[in-house]
């Protein structure tokens, strides 16, 4: 047996467990149903307006908050004084390391420092766990936690690589010194890979790995073939997503489809706004916020629905379309990044430019007019999700990587 699977694998995230991750509760779900055993591990303490369900308060209950531990001065300080009387060298490289990728800027100077003495805490909760590989997701301030843990510790470190965000700025979040430190990337999609490549020195290609996020597609059965007007929308309320421009193209639809509706599941920063909007178009019949809701109310939310419909300006692969394809909804979303590798236009579904109302407006039309396009959509999106994003071969791709094989 693997000396992996003897002995834990820890996973560190910024906020764990998030209503908006539900891929990385699944994929540590998997794992440790094919044996691992995961600690999960996060910088900070998420919300409770995240905890929707059972399984993230589980979660929560069960994981290791850094910051939270941080807090006591005896922790702090023993952590500290003790990542340098176990390993000197390695304390000295991590803090040099710490300064020398850090920003321009004294307070990015200053963060890097937090990050050191975050890494100090949780490289002494790894050493009492037990565990032999750290795996992080977000490759952004967490990653960089992870990293000065792997050198403090001389415990291994991976990350899985998602985007977009971090491509906007990737000299900040120094991603060439993380991909060339780490055992291997797990990249979501080919365009991921593409987008690490051309940031990294090519000697460190071969550490990049496809390993999609993945869904169960069972969860999702039971539906009734799309035959009405219900649209719904899963995702964070931020500008990135989109929404503003759903609310535009929707309003010339309510003159063709007057019984239409948009059922808004989720949450954040820009929903005040958006529900303003939504009074002063004339949309408030026709648009619903329900705030965020448990990955089985997801679930049931995607059966009582005929289109779902995502415009987001930015995204990696965005798991809520896995879903959506794999309760057999037609979708319509905007063709950037990965997303073009999940759904094909016409296929799955209806691929149009970020930021264009008419053609948004006109996509959703077509779907909602052709109840027999709809259905045979949602087929087609169904086994697409089966053959390329199941979460049960997704983990075994990931596990092999933690073993040390190629997936």
Sequence with gaps: MSDTFNHPIAYLTG?????????????????????????????????????????????????????????????????????????????LRALLLALRVAPPGLRNHLYQLFYFAEAAVLAAHLRKRGVRHLHNHIAKSSCTVAMLTSELSGIPFSFTLHGPDIFFAPDHWRLDEKIARARFVACISQFCRSQAMAFCDPKHWGKLHIV??????????????????????????????????????????????????????????????????????????????????????????????????????????????????????????????????????????????????????????????NPARATAMGIAGRAKVEAAFDITKEAARLSDLFQGQRP
């Design 15 to 91: 906020e764990y467990p998030r209503a908006t991750d539900t891929f990385i509760q699944r994929e540590v779900a998997e794992l440790r149903a094919r044996g691992h055993q995961v600690e999960t591990c996060s910088v900070r303490r998420t919300g409770a307006e995240h905890l929707v369900g059972e399984e993230q308060k589980i979660e929560a209950k069960n994981t290791f908050y850094i910051l939270a531990a941080a807090k006591s001065p005896v922790t702090l300080i023993s952590a500290i004084l003790g990542a340098l009387l176990r390993r000197p060298g390695g304390f």
């Design 212 to 369: 999609h996020c993945g869904v169960d597609p069972l969860r999702y059965d039971g539906g009734d073939d799309p035959v009405d007007t219900n649209l719904l929308f899963v995702g964070r309320l931020a500008p990135v997503k989109g929404l503003p421009i759903l609310l535009r193209a929707l309003e010339p639809l309510t003159r063709q489809f007057p019984d239409i509706r948009l059922t808004v599941v989720g949450d954040g920063p820009g929903r005040t706004a958006l529900e303003h909007q939504v009074e002063t178009s004339g949309l408030a019949e026709h648009v619903r916020f329900v705030g965020y809701k448990s990955q089985t109310e997801v679930a049931e939310a995607l059966k009582a629905a005929d289109l779902f419909v995502l415009p987001s300006f930015a995204e990696g692969v965005p798991v809520v379309l896995m879903e959506a394809m794999a309760a057999r909804r037609p979708v319509v979303a905007t063709q950037i990044a990965g997303i073009p590798e999940l759904v094909a236009d016409g296929g799955a579904g209806l691929l149009v430019p970020p930021g264009d109302v008419a053609a948004l407006s006109a996509a959703i039309s077509k779907i909602l007019a």
